[in-house]
């Protein structure tokens, strides 16, 4: 019976020690920027392309730990994104001419920088650009085909936001703001 009880008070000391460590992990970061992240321009005839990217650089943004605000005047960095490539081409065809699967691709280029009181400053603007590409099946029905269109366009902003975070928290580290 003894060895039951202690062998129970070693589990629940581990038990706590791991829920104390899960929940310092989860704590934000004491060097968590403020980010404002406007709604991409599209520069495609892709409709509403602009808000979906800009739904997933949000999501993806906050896991990885930056605050992001919804008004430029609380945020110290501003995020500015144009979409200037979508491009959707056969990847392979069937034997009677009609499309089995499309390729899909977008570019973006991005545009970061500071702000300091009302303006973005000009000290420190990084301006890049991506491209990246997603295939999927095409679909009998225009909805399902539709939808797996939008689930290619969720992927690559995914993957996009994804880098893009990627080289601003690098960035950060290597100015060390």
Sequence with gaps: MKR??????????FAGFFLVSCS?????SPTTHTLTIPVFE???SEPALGGQVTAVFKET???????????????AYILVGTITLFDKTPKS???????????????????????IGNAASEEMPLKWTDVMHADWVVRSDL???????????????????????TTLAESFSKRGS
């Design 93 to 115: 065809l069937h034997r009677d001419g009609k499309v089995m699967e499309y390729r899909l691709t977008i570019g973006v280029t991005y545009l970061l920088s500071r702000r």
């Design 42 to 44: 599209n520069g495609t």
């Design 143 to 165: 909805s399902q085909d539709r939808s797996a269109q939008d689930r290619a366009i969720r992927e690559i902003a995914k993957n996009l936001s994804y880098r893009a975070a």
């Design 4 to 13: 039951w009880r202690s062998l129970s008070l070693v589990c629940l000391f």
């Design 24 to 28: 310092k992990a989860l704590r934000p």
């Design 61 to 75: 943004f906050t896991r990885r730990r930056f605050k992001i605000v919804r008004h430029e005047k609380d945020a």
